[in-house]
């Protein structure tokens, strides 16, 4: 059977659209924005974005368009080394960890844009989230959520993900920007508003070392970058279209949704709740909760955010599922069908085993996750650089404009080598956040090292190394 592709250029930037604007946008930016200081981290947050999210999604998008297949086949058909083989089934692991908490979060949301409705977390937020964020009552909403991404997912391309997230995408965003211009009007919202946009310079300076690899990993989460969903995406373009005009807009979109999230969002919980809220995943759903118990027409104002936030996420979800369906598709010629069928099955227990566990869950989407993108972007990065090298630059260059193919050859050198390195220094600077490490000095043969000169060194070293250890292209393509 002839492989599916997208209908139009446009379906194609809706699905990515789609997959990146998700509950990255809604709740974890957020989350992650409260935790590390506002504004300040927006700020590195947008830098991140440009100088690393964009580049890397443009290396997904040639992996993907060049080699036509999913990931784990496309880097066995752009390489004949075992070990590139090996990492691409990486990418089949990190959407299974992605979806299996995600979906449980998905569940959350379906219920709170039904709770909203009854008003039955309306008596006490608080108790409301504690009682139905874990257990048998998060199973069922996260086995509901999971059906729904399933049965967008088994259509196929063009008539499952290319049509819904046509019509889900601009329904978010036009939600959004009402309620981000009711938001504003709220009597205190002006706090919200100055948290999230005017920066703390001196916060900055402080602790830009603990800022960055928490913007690099919302970054790369909110993009969808490091787990293989653009490169699968990409893999059902089949015209020569401009990649770098795509990925920009792509980026552009998801940046804007976030930022008008943000606007709702801190507003709304400036002005109701009095701060950004504090502390953790359900930070977020105890303050609106808490947000919409106290303005008028709560209910409905409640029900239109979360159904909002259903839409995003599930327009998510269905690229993390798309991933190893494709490659069950690609590898082993199982039928679609099949393949949703079978990974519903595998999600049903990964997802239900975190929603009943939240130490579990909190490991798993928030250390978990970073890593284990951050490590799988920095093999797409080597990959694209060292290995499809030269053919990158050429795939990057079919269908780009005279702007974007000016851009070429500074991109392939940025994704060989500039970003990598960057990469490699979050990922060591957020292991040893994750283990607990925090030397704040090593004393070596007489000479102190401050700790971040030590995970600097260490970057290096690392990098040189995966640079010695890449072997040239093979490439049969
Ligand atoms: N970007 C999505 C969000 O913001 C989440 C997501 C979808 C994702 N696919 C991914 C994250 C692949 C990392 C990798 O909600």
Redesign the pocket.
Known sequence: MARDVWHSRLGFIMAAVG???????LW?FPWMTSENGGAAFLLVYLGVVLCVGVPGLLAEFVIGRRSRRSPVGAFSSLSDSTLWRVFGHLSVV??VV?LSF?SVVGGWILRYFGASLTGAYFSNPGQYFATVSYGLDAVGFHLLFLAITGLIVVRGIKRGIENATKLMMPAVVVLLVVLAAWASTLDGAGAGLAFYLSPDVELLEADLLGILPAAAGQA????????G?MITYASYLDEERSLAADGAAIAVLNTCIGVLAGLVVFPLLFALVGDAGTGGPGALFVGLANAFVAVPYGRAVGAVFFAVVSL??IS??I??LELPVSFLVDEYGVSRRRATALFVGVFTVTGSATAFSPGLFDFVAGTL?DLL?TAGLIGFLLFTGWVVGQNAVTEYELGAGAVASALSTPWLYAVGVVIPVFLIFTLVSGIAAALGVSITAVELWGVTISQPRLFAGLSVVIAVVSFLGLRRPASVA
Request: cysteine-free; overall charge positive; aromatic content about 6%.
């Open positions: 997959s990146a604007v998700g509950l990255g946008n974890r990190i959407a992605l995600y790369l989460f909110t993009l969808s970058l490091g787990s969903t995003a996420a998510s979800s690229s993390m996750v993108m």
